[in-house]
């Protein structure tokens, strides 16, 4: 007697930050649950519509964190790295996780569950990961280390935006004592990593408490507190190319319209964001197509 073939994206740990929008976060946690992942979905406190919608809905492998222990985020502020640090946690404490992938509720996969299992499950760990000693001042450099920083959207709260300029008067913070010797890197929020490498980095947190407390109070740490972490640990000698794919308008990735489909697909990538099917319906329509089945988009023409 045969036995049965396991879901493609078995052993899959899927971490979903979402806050509103649930219409498109149903769509990719019934993906993900349907070829075999699990997902440990943190929703914001203050997104009970978002939550009610998800306990209504039958949804296989979901795990939502209660309320008691999610967290109120505000853009670019610390909450965000608790949060995903919480889903980790929960995600690697079940049996049988090989590897964990941190998702928005926007996002949507480009590929269809055999070959994402293919790209993403080939040992190495999956990020957008630079220097930030290499980066522009006004982008990933070392300001954001450097500069204590207060946390929201500067293109739309000019008080936040002063602050935040006004932040090098006073004074930078050592870095070589901060960080301990730690290259800071820096790199796209959303990463894949295998579960060896994250275990390595958890450990590492659990053993150096004084980590977290340096980027309390570093900018948008959610763009620098893993990929620095992993740079410290053995798993930054096992890298592949993103995982994600967006396309940056200014300082914030934009909604994706059907003319971006081809672009993302070119990419390689295995998920792409922001998908909105309230404003870009077609663009998600070809992105769910493109992870039907192998070759499912070129068909359709």
Not at 263 to 270: C, K, P, V
Request: glycine share 8%.
């Amino acid at each position: 007697m045969v036995a049965p073939a396991s879901p493609p994206l078995a052993g899959f740990a899927c971490l979903v930050l979402a806050h509103d929008n649930p219409a498109q976060l149903l769509l990719l946690l019934r993906w993900l649950g349907e070829n075999g992942a699990t997902c440990h979905l943190h929703l914001d406190p203050r997104a009970a519509p978002v939550r009610a919608a998800v306990e209504a809905t039958a949804l296989p492998g979901v795990a939502l964190l209660p309320v008691a222990e999610s967290f109120r985020i505000e853009w670019g502020g610390y909450a965000m790295v608790r949060a995903t640090l919480a889903l980790l946690r929960a995600a690697l404490a079940q049996p049988g996780v090989q590897q964990v992938c941190l998702l928005s509720g926007t996002h949507l996969p480009l590929l269809p569950a055999e070959a994402l299992a293919r790209r993403l499950g080939d040992g190495r760990n999956h990020l957008d990961l630079r220097f930030a000693c290499m980066e522009p001042p006004d982008r990933e450099s070392l300001h954001r280390f450097w500069f204590r920083g207060v946390p929201g959207r500067q293109e739309t709260r000019p008080l936040v935006r002063w602050l935040n300029r006004h932040a090098w008067r006073l004074g930078p913070r050592d870095l070589a004592r901060g960080l301990r010797g730690l290259t800071p890197m820096v790199g796209s929020q959303w990463w894949h990593l295998t579960a060896p490498a994250a275990l390595e980095m958890l450990a590492f947190l659990d053993a150096n408490p004084w980590y977290e407390a340096f980027f309390l109070h570093a900018r948008i740490p959610d763009e620098s507190f893993f990929q620095t972490l992993l740079g410290a640990t053995p798993g930054i000698a096992a890298l592949g190319p993103p995982m994600s794919f967006q396309c940056m308008r200014g300082y914030s990735p934009a909604v994706l319209e059907a003319a971006d489909l081809p672009a993302a697909l070119a990419s390689g990538a295995a998920f792409a964001r922001k998908f909105d099917q309230r404003t870009q319906p077609e663009a998600v329509r070809l992105a769910l197509l493109a992870a039907q089945a192998e070759g499912a988009l070129t068909r359709a023409g």
